[in-house]
Nanobody
Framework: QVQLVESGGRLVQAGGSLRLSCAAS????????MAWFRRAPGKEREFVSG????????QYAGSVKDRFTISRDNNENKVYLQMNSLKPEDTAVYYC??????????????????WGQGTQVIVSS
């Protein structure tokens, strides 16, 4: 089993920045591709960003591209999401997910094996 714990979510003004963290523990050898998803109020959960195990490949949803940056530290078993120029529409619960796949970033949440409990981000206008 793998446990994922997110942190860093809070209330922030539009235009501000936040850095989310996700710490993995347990059978971390099963943690390869990692991703961030989010669920806004009244909406389905959506892909935000993903990163392969080496960090050599990243993907972003169009709505966050050029504003968000995903990174990881495999020594610490952590993945990060740096969020800049935040907008009210970025308000959501952000979830960390991990996949056993090594070099593939899926945007379909069903392809991920483990999930964190989520961290709330609220962007005020």
């Amino acid at each position: 089993q793998v446990q994922l714990v997110e942190s860093g979510g809070r209330l922030v003004q539009a235009g501000g920045s936040l850095r989310l963290s996700c710490a993995a523990s347990g059978q971390t050898f099963d943690v390869n591709t990692m991703a961030w998803f989010r669920r806004a109020p009244g909406k389905e959960r959506e892909f935000v960003s993903g990163i392969t195990w080496t960090g050599g490949t990243t993907q972003y949803a169009g709505s966050v591209k050029d504003r968000f940056t995903i990174s990881r530290d495999n020594n610490e078993n952590k993945v990060y999401l740096q969020m800049n120029s935040l907008k009210p529409e970025d308000t959501a619960v952000y979830y960390c997910a991990s996949s056993k796949k090594i070099a593939i970033i899926d945007r379909d949440e069903s392809e991920y094996n483990y999930w964190g409990q989520g961290t709330q981000v609220i962007v005020s206008s």
